[in-house]
T-cell receptor, first 115, second 111 residues
Framework: DAGVIQSPRHEVTEMGQEVTLRCKPI?????LFWYRQTMMRGLELLIY????????DSGMPEDRFSAKMPNASFSTLKIQPSEPRDSAVYFC?????????????FGDGTRLSIL | GEDVEQSLFLSVREGDSSVINCTYT??????LYWYKQEPGAGLQLLTY?????DMKQDQRLTVLLNKKDKHLSLRIADTQTGDSAIYFC???????????FGKGTTLSVSS
C-alpha cells in the first residue's frame, strides 16, 4: 500500500518566489492535514480538510499561505510570495475518519529553504 | 485551549529503560497517542491508549495514563540505538477532529 506521498522532498528558492507543495493522501482517507515543523515552534497544524472541504484554517500563518484540495487524491499548499521565515519542513497527513480512533498517516515531508 | 507539554531531551545508555513524559490539558480527549519521528522522515504512530485505560503494554513499550494529573508516559524497555528519534505525545482537540502535538522529546541512545 502506498503511503502519503509528498513532492518535492526538497525545495530551495529565493524569497519572493511562489512555492507549491503537493500531497497525495492514502486512497480512501477522507481527512487531510497540513503541518509545519520548525525547531522553534515544533509541529503546527496549518489547515485540515474533510471530504475535500477546508474545515479549520486557523493555523495558516498569513494570507500568503493558501491550500486547496480539488479532489480526494490531491492537495496543494501554496506560499506566495515566500519569505525566509517560511523555511521549515512541511508535512501532509491523512486519516480515515475522526471521532473514533483513526491514526494520522504522515508523508515524509517537504524540506523548504527560502533564501 | 488545548496544550501538550513534553521535556525536550532524554539521553540513555543502550539496554537501559527510557521514560518519556507528557502532560496534556484536555480531559475530554478520548485517545492519547505516541508518535515517533526518525531523521528525515514523517511521524509514525507508535502506540495509543484509550482514556478509560491506565496502562497499555505492547512488546517493549508501556504507556501509563494518569487521568487525574493529565499525565502520560511512554516507557521503552531495553532501549536500543535504533530507538534514537523524536517522540511526540498527542491528544485530540475538543472537536475530536484533529490532533494537538507536543514539541517532541529527542531520545538519544548511546552504546
Amino acid at each position: 500500500d502506498a503511503g502519503v506521498i509528498q513532492s518535492p522532498r526538497h525545495e530551495v528558492t529565493e524569497m519572493g518566489q511562489e512555492v507549491t507543495l503537493r500531497c497525495k493522501p492514502i486512497s480512501g482517507h477522507d481527512y487531510l492535514f497540513w503541518y509545519r515543523q520548525t525547531m522553534m515552534r515544533g509541529l503546527e497544524l496549518l489547515i485540515y480538510f474533510n471530504n475535500n472541504v477546508p474545515i479549520d484554517d486557523s493555523g495558516m500563518p498569513e494570507d500568503r499561505f493558501s491550500a486547496k484540495m480539488p479532489n480526494a487524491s490531491f492537495s496543494t499548499l501554496k506560499i506566495q510570495p515566500s519569505e525566509p521565515r517560511d523555511s521549515a519542513v512541511y508535512f501532509c497527513a491523512s486519516s480515515l475518519r475522526q471521532g473514533l480512533h483513526q491514526p494520522q498517516h504522515f508523508g515524509d515531508g517537504t524540506r523548504l529553504s527560502i533564501l | 485551549g488545548e496544550d501538550v507539554e513534553q521535556s525536550l531531551f532524554l539521553s540513555v545508555r543502550e539496554g537501559d529503560s527510557s521514560v518519556i513524559n507528557c502532560t496534556y490539558t484536555d480531559s475530554s480527549s478520548t485517545y492519547l497517542y505516541w508518535y515517533k519521528q526518525e531523521p528525515g522522515a514523517g511521524l509514525q504512530l507508535l502506540t495509543y491508549i484509550f482514556s478509560n485505560m491506565d496502562m497499555k503494554q505492547d512488546q517493549r513499550l508501556t504507556v501509563l495514563l494518569n487521568k487525574k494529573d493529565k499525565h502520560l508516559s511512554l516507557r521503552i524497555a531495553d532501549t536500543q540505538t535504533g530507538d534514537s528519534a523524536i517522540y511526540f505525545c498527542a491528544e485530540s482537540n475538543q472537536a475530536g477532529t484533529a490532533l494537538i502535538f507536543g514539541k517532541g522529546t529527542t531520545l538519544s541512545v548511546s552504546s
